[in-house]
């Protein structure tokens, strides 16, 4: 019962390896971080043995294999690699290896595992191997900054949530001259491997970077690892992206908790903006978590070409049905990136955006007439606040900034005006009063799941053995994850077999497409079949805190066990 | 690995009666809800058998105790109870008590919990005895709607957060007529005793009504228990309320996120406001839990008299100072009340409303002339959007309604604008951008720790001892806390001997003073001890999430044990 943690600077409690950790040196551990970092990760059981690889067949690409093979003329074609355990132990410790790792974009849960798989690969497969891990994402490959991660270097984050060890960058390697600062760097760290720790975009950069480096011989190898908290980077070899499953853990601890306390004030609904700027896969698996009332899906509003005038009616029909049977309160989870998927938002904003950079905005409003008439007529319906975000918040280029617009304060109000005029017809004579909630930072950095722990320190191990086995242009791929760890299947997936083609101003760009919620899917299926009825009963559900330990601990996410084929 | 709870309508895991849950049938359990509901609690060794009540010397009032004898006369200056193990077994089994139980205002974890508590006792003490729960709050005494609480009720709401067992109300019982209606349910239903769940103006009716009954030869005795997430209802004898606990450790783990995700970033101010009107309990105990760059604790800005300048200019100096040591990012708390501690806002405010309810806003501004020219310099001081809030959010009265304010939002701007003026004179120069959070709907419902399961089941317990022993006007009381849960001592605190009065309309008004925080005190000292360092350094803590079992399960939140003398 001791309070834990106020003593400043007092080091952690699993005890490191005292006055040798540079990277958390200042930090202090909580009592659950702490018991964190001794916690021993099972492997699955190809890794464990002697590892052999096997190739698969010869791959293609996900949309226009010609214009990819003419991208990628080094790696296109080049078979799938499976981790088998090896016919015989092999005496491979004497190889030395050099291999550098980069995190690259936003924050997912485990990253820091993956990062400790490289590393214990190499301490148990090689002899004095040296793992570099870049600074600040990509920038650092092509900077040359990096550390050189050691066992205590690594120690204080093992199985701790946040991309603080080498942190990450937004920055991309992409022209002629960032492939060379990244080859100078390759050259100078005599590196045979690099390991990309990212999402679609940058495992696509990490694809032409290894192209890159073998057209002009230079040796490093470039492996993927899919990462991001979004969902949308998964495909049949690769089940999911990791950092998903924390999350939405996270974000559905909050939506049990305010649907509780909906349940029990009775008169509050809850709009709950959650993050998925592409795809609402969190959207969804919080949903399936909770049994919100209303649940909107960007990909169903797109494919279904749902105004904005729709989607504020679904919302306030079902408000006005609960209201009936006694019900002046519920849960409404939205996905950030809704308007981008509404055709008419996006209309507008391209208009507004022609407007804005050439035109004077009077106060009469006379440069509304400018607006095309659907557009005026969107335009009116948004909420006051809404037009003056539209109006004022502008990026550097002149833009409108769709990100800042607070979607669920807009639904809110847009909800508010179409029930006063209910009232006034007499089909609704209830009070509404919204609160509006956004879960997104809380859910990118907290302490991974044995779900994602586990995940990803395979992810990692197994990229170290491809780097080992001399592959290139793959993505580190683990399956079969609804079996026991131990079960798990482990290779790499070609990343030329993940992509199609863009075509950017007047280019072929190879692009590995957001994997979007699959209306036909089974997650979004079984959601549909039940919507309705969480609609009207209140069938909430609170998962309540991750658990790293108990009965719970290892309860998976729907997404994936839904996906990989468990009946609902 | 199997996801749970999708299957709509399925029962919970923990084998409820089948066919029998009437409060919750609709709902579908998590895996760790359904893991909590058989959970069997630790009782105080005390409660554990035969139980005898031992008085304690006559207790006084916390301040004017001739006008609260006056107020009370038929309970003042009674004794305290103390609850130790009886001599000899008892037959008590054949006493049949009625005994209605109420839950009032806001929602804190562990409520259901108490509400077993006294129903285990009369189950396991007395036989034949019935326990009615009120609903909706006190609303529910004086209308007499209730439900008898049963064992396959209260089952399902066994460890649970929420109050939907029988939800709670705001209103109050105060006035004779409201006496009179209340009396006449505690006669309708033959009451032998009410427990009344709730803050400081709970207890303080729930006194009320006890020397009302008494007065009245109402036989129903009135016992308070102490709740509240704010954890301002607390004294020698009830070192803590429920809820404190489990809400600042929910808190606790999305700060800890935060700072996680700020140092991964390295780019963002995150402003956390934190629930806490009245008094910034929880916002100190999450510095305590979590080290953040800034605190801001209400009861120290209005002890130093500071102005909002004052608060501008301390987050604003720390910002710079951190951004000479290359920290562009930082987490800084405020407790939801702060405005209510600066006079000068205060002061503002009632001149605003002053000035709203009598005169005409015109555009031109005249109407500022109205304001004193320290409240002018403070409106012209405010950013724009404050500014058009306390001008334009008014309630029902026609007051500014100072709880929509979104200081943490109005802090950003305040920041933003001082840095521009440092920027201006050359002595900052580098990028700030502000991310707003308020936490709060999400702390009040959380399925309850340990710590608060335990602690509501005794003081529950205790409740219903209480009143079995004839005792009336007294709140139930657990402590030792820091020991062992067997350990716990058990009693009852005479309510009187918590109150003072207040001067309102001319008259003397009983009230329960707030626990605010105390500057002296040990929880306090120890944060101001530190966070000179925590500003400068990163001494983030990451708390995660509240764990129910494993090495974590039981560590206690440090206000607490500070106050019960553990060293820092």
Same mark, same amino acid.
């Given at each position: 019962m001791a309070p834990s943690g106020i003593n400043n600077g007092r080091a952690a409690p699993g005890n490191p390896p005292s006055g040798s950790i540079p990277g958390r040196l200042a930090s202090v551990y909580s009592e659950l971080q702490g018991s964190r970092l001794d916690v021993s990760l099972p492997l699955p059981s190809v890794l464990r043995n002697s590892i052999d690889v096997v190739d698969g067949p010869p791959s293609s690409a996900a949309g226009n294999p010609g214009e990819i093979a003419k991208l990628f003329p080094n790696l296109f074609g080049q078979p799938s690699a499976i981790l088998v355990t090896g016919s015989e132990a092999k005496a491979a410790l004497d190889e030395n290896l050099r291999i550098g790792v980069v995190l690259s974009g936003g924050q997912a849960p485990g990253g820091h595992n993956v990062i400790s798989g490289i590393f214990d690969y190499l301490k148990d497969r090689t002899k004095g191997s040296t793992l570099y891990g870049f600074k600040g994402g990509p920038a650092g490959i092509m900077n040359c900054k990096y550390v050189e991660l050691t066992k205590d270097f690594i120690y204080p984050y093992r199985n701790q949530g946040g991309f603080d060890m080498i942190c990450s960058g937004?920055?991309?390697? =992409?022209?002629s001259e960032q492939f060379k600062q990244a080859a100078e760097t390759a050259v100078k760290l005599n590196l045979d491997g690099l390991v990309v720790i990212g999402g679609d975009d940058s495992n696509t950069n990490a694809c032409l970077l290894a192209e890159n480096f073998r057209g002009n011989n230079v040796k490093t190898r470039v492996i993927g690892c899919p990462k991001t908290i979004d969902g949308d980077l998964k495909c049949k070899e690769v089940p999911t992206s990791f950092g998903f499953d924390t999350a939405c853990k996270i974000y559905a601890e909050m939506i049990g908790n305010v649907m509780m306390d909906a349940r029990s004030t009775g008169k509050y609904y809850h709009f709950v903006r959650l993050m998925g700027r592409a795809a609402s896969h969190i959207t969804l698996e919080c949903a399936l978590q909770t049994h919100p009332n209303i649940t909107i899906i960007g990909e169903e509003v797109a494919s279904k070409k749902d105004t904005l005038k729709n989607v504020t009616d679904y919302i306030t029909n079902i408000i006005c049905k609960r209201a009936e049977l006694g019900y002046n309160y519920g849960v409404i989870l939205i996905p950030e990136g809704l308007i981008d998927f509404i055709p008419e938002v996006q209309q507008l904003i391209a208009e507004l955006n022609e407007i804005l950079a050439h035109d004077v905005v009077d106060e009469a409003g006379m440069? !509304? !007439? !400018? &607006?095309r008439s659907q557009s005026q007529q969107l335009f009116e319906f948004l909420p006051e606040a809404i037009q003056e975000q539209l109006l004022l918040e502008r990026d550097p280029h002149g833009n409108v900034q769709v990100a800042k617009i607070e979607t669920e304060k807009m639904l809110i109000q847009m909800v508010e005006t179409e029930l006063e005029t209910r009232r006034k017809t007499g089909s609704y004579n209830k009070q509404f009063k919204g609160q509006s909630h956004f879960f997104g930072? =809380?859910?990118?950095?907290? &302490?991974?799941?044995n779900f994602d722990s586990n995940y990803c320190y395979a992810l990692g191990y197994a990229a170290g053995a491809l780097v080992h086995s001399g592959k290139t242009g793959l993505i580190s791929s683990v399956g079969n994850l609804g079996a026991p760890v131990a079960e798990w299947t482990v290779g790499g997936t070609a990343l030329t077999s993940l992509m199609d083609v863009e075509r950017r101003h007047g280019k072929f760009k190879p692009v590995i497409k957001k994997a979007m919620? =699959? &209306? =036909?899917?089974a997650p979004f299926k079984t959601f549909a079949s039940l919507r309705d009825e969480w609609a009207i009963e209140n069938r909430y559900v609170s998962p309540g805190p991750l658990q790293f330990s108990g009965p719970t601990a290892n309860v998976s996410n729907h997404t994936l066990m839904l996906e990989l084929g468990a009946q609902a």
């Open positions: 937004r920055d991309k390697i =992409e022209t440069w !509304k !007439k !400018k &607006l930072y =809380e859910g990118r950095c907290g &302490l991974p799941s919620v =699959e &209306l =036909e899917g």
